[in-house]
Nanobody
């Protein structure tokens, strides 16, 4: 059974850091791209970052460049999203998803999604 499980979401103050994890089961990361998306209340879901397990290429939305870092540990079948210098605008439910297209932030290019983890940035 293909499954993605996110964890690590929490309440954090502006300027703080969090690390989200996305653990995959039922398949191996090799050959897939894993993307992180987020959706804030009243807003559309947007792509944040993605990584290609094929060659390790990473991609970031302009809004998070320089603050977020995506990485993968194929031995643990897990993808991480390190988020630093968090802003209130980063508040959202964060989802990871499995995809087939390298560097894509289009939801239609992803076929399996996790249940999401809440990140709240507030003082």
């Amino acid at each position: 059974q293909v499954q993605l499980v996110e964890s690590g979401g929490s309440l954090v103050q502006p300027g703080g850091s969090l690390r989200l994890s996305c653990t995959a089961s039922g398949f191996t990361l090799e050959g897939y791209s894993i993307g992180w998306f987020r959706q804030a209340p009243g807003k559309e879901r947007e792509g944040v970052s993605c990584i290609s397990s094929h060659d390790g290429s990473t991609y970031y939305a302009d809004s998070v460049k320089g603050r977020f870092t995506i990485s993968s540990d194929n031995a643990k079948n897990t993808v991480y999203l390190q988020m630093n210098s968090l802003k209130t605008a980063d508040t959202a439910v964060y989802y990871c998803a499995r995809g087939f297209t390298q560097g894509s932030f289009y939801s239609a290019d992803y076929d399996r999604w996790g249940q999401g983890t809440q990140v709240t940035v507030s003082s």
